[in-house]
């Protein structure tokens, strides 16, 4: 008997521990034991459970479902099974989780409408079904950004639509949006922004706010804490995270940049000297032109000397005193040589000055343009400089010859076949209309179009009164030119090319209709030929007299240098002879 107590109390004994151990357990075990037909499930080894699984998700969202194990590790083999909420007869789907140490993630398709989802798991498969209700988010239906540029800029305020915009720093930015639903609450979300290189931005240092009028509401703005627009000095974007009436936390798609951007100094271009000499005594034709992206104050040209240290002169070109303009095209004469002797300064042959425009925005900055550079020489150079232009001019006489030589013997020719056979071919409509064009072509090189013979002529005139030179026998040369060619322009040319397009205008007629009258034809391109014969002959007359007075400059510089050296031997000699005379002297 006493054997039989000691196992009976060691047995209650037992019985005790494990149930303070496993207390939920102990009571299942008895319940089966006591009341079999009840029949409650045995408790399962692995007990999965969802973490913060959410009530209510927005439609369209993606949602990523975590799941552990309370009796962990977790089994191999976790899903989630899904199903839509409502239906009769349902249809479930599976999604594999993926474990990561102890916890199961699985990735659920984009929402329409409510679903239910449970875990199962290793031998866990009665989870009960738990709804996720799928409601549709708010949207930003109207938007806009209200802009008021710093004062320095000049500009108006303005209201752009977009989801980027770009101001300058120092502008007043203010962002307001109207929801399709009102929301109890939103919150600024800052992002790093990036600029066109893919560079980080630095986050601005301005403290965005988002303001709801009342809650909840449907409009919003962006901007101080008051609601008011806010200064910005570097780039800021942000999205917008707002939660619905139903408790839905959604962060919205859209992305929302302000880009800031310094004010960019001017712009100035400087167009490069036509000769780059110049007398101690001459001016300078300053052509170029600057712009700015708000507005220009002044343009002015300046000069200074390589290699000193005296400050550089300048001349105010243009001032937006009176009109403020973005772009400014400047002209006009200097007289550099007194702006250096007003400065206490003098130009001296052999000196190189450098020569550039400053531009000025209304905010002080200040743009050049690239500097160029003229070498200070007598006037013997310059106006061997200019001589040299000048047998340019006559190698393009000389082209222009040969061109007008060969329509005027292809006009001649065909006018002398027409004579003979009466009748016309369509390689002589093609060749006529080669003149016609070729003709047209001398035109505008002569003075039609930009550096024509004209207008090169004209450049050699001012570069000689620029530099004082008027005087030289040159410029009556240039000018005596400049006179023989606007005659050739005005009265010749034009009709040179008049007849030439006529000529074939006739034979071109006459090729579709060969009953036309071969005579008028015929009259027509004779007159071509006298037209062009007439041109022919006066540029092969200005031609010649270039070249007759190119040789007698080059003859001219070449006694001027031979009387120069000359010169210079006597000089020596005089000075040879007069230390000789002084070691002869007695001491």
Request: glycine share 6%; hydrophobic share 40%.
């Amino acid at each position: 008997a006493g054997g039989i107590f000691a196992w009976l109390s060691a047995l209650l004994l037992g019985g005790f521990a494990v149930a303070m151990l496993w207390p939920a357990e102990s009571r299942l075990a008895l319940q089966r034991f006591f009341v079999p037909w009840s029949a409650p499930a045995w408790p399962r080894r692995d007990q999965l459970e969802f973490v913060n699984l959410p009530s209510i998700a927005a439609s369209g969202s993606e949602l990523q479902l975590e799941i552990v194990d309370r009796n962990e590790p977790l089994p191999n083999d976790v899903a989630v099974r899904m199903r839509l909420a409502g239906e009769t007869l349902p249809r479930e789907s599976a999604i594999a989780a993926k474990i990561i140490d102890n916890l199961a993630i699985a990735n659920l398709p984009p929402l329409e409408q409510a679903i239910e989802v449970r875990a199962v798991g290793g031998d866990d498969t009665r989870m009960p079904w738990q709804r996720i209700d799928v409601v549709s988010p708010p949207k930003l239906e109207q938007y806009q950004f209200s802009i008021e540029p710093p004062t320095y800029s000049g500009r108006p305020a303005a209201e752009l639509i977009g989801t980027r915009v770009q101001v300058l720093s120092g502008s007043k930015v203010l962002f307001t949006g109207q929801l399709d639903q009102p929301v109890r609450l939103a919150v600024i979300k800052r992002l790093n922004d990036l600029n066109a290189t893919g560079d980080d931005q630095p986050q601005a240092e301005e403290s965005l706010s988002v303001v709801l009028p009342s809650s909840p509401a449907t409009r919003v703005t962006v901007g101080t804490a008051e609601g008011e627009p806010i200064e910005l000095t570097t780039t800021v974007a942000w999205r917008l995270e707002v939660e619905t009436k139903d408790g839905l936390q959604i962060e919205l798609p859209q992305r929302w940049t302000v880009d800031v951007v310094d004010d960019a100094p001017p712009t100035a271009v400087l167009l490069p000297p036509s000769l780059q000499a110049l007398t101690d005594s001459g001016q300078i034709l300053v052509t170029g032109t600057a712009s700015d992206d708000l507005g220009l104050e002044t343009v002015s040209v300046v000069a200074a000397v390589d290699g000193s240290s005296d400050e550089a002169v300048s001349l105010l070109l243009w001032s937006g005193s009176e009109e403020v303009r973005q772009d400014v095209s400047v002209k006009g004469d200097w007289d550099i040589s007194a702006a250096f002797q007003q400065a206490g300064q003098s130009l001296v042959t052999g000196q190189v000055v450098t020569v550039w425009l400053e531009a000025k925005d209304q905010l002080g900055q200040v743009g050049r343009s690239q500097v160029e550079r003229l070498e200070i020489q007598s006037s013997e150079k310059v106006i061997a400089a200019l001589v040299e232009r000048q047998n340019r001019l006559l190698e393009q006489l000389r082209e222009m010859i040969m061109v007008q030589r060969r329509n005027q013997g292809m006009t001649a020719r065909t006018e002398k076949q027409l004579r003979l056979s009466e009748s016309i071919a369509q390689g002589d409509i093609d060749a006529l209309n080669g003149v016609a064009q070729s003709q047209a072509s001398l035109a505008n090189q002569l003075s039609g179009q930009q550096d024509s013979l004209l207008e090169q002529v004209q450049e050699l005139q001012d570069l000689l009164k620029l530099n004082r030179l008027g005087q030289a026998g040159l410029a009556g040369q240039l000018g005596e030119l400049q006179r023989e060619l606007e005659g050739v322009a005005v009265e010749d040319m034009p009709q040179a090319v008049a007849a030439a397009s006529s000529a074939h205008e006739a034979a071109a007629e006459l090729l579709e209709d060969q009953s036309s009258a071969v005579s008028e034809t015929v009259g027509r391109l004779a007159e071509s030929s006298q037209a062009q014969s007439s041109v022919l002959e006066k540029i092969q007359r200005l031609a010649d007299g270039l070249n007759r007075s190119g040789g007698i400059q080059q003859l001219q510089q070449e006694l001027s240098s031979l009387a120069r050296k000359q010169e210079l031997l006597r000089n020596e000699t005089e000075a040879l002879q007069l230390e000789q005379l002084r070691g002869a002297r007695p001491d």
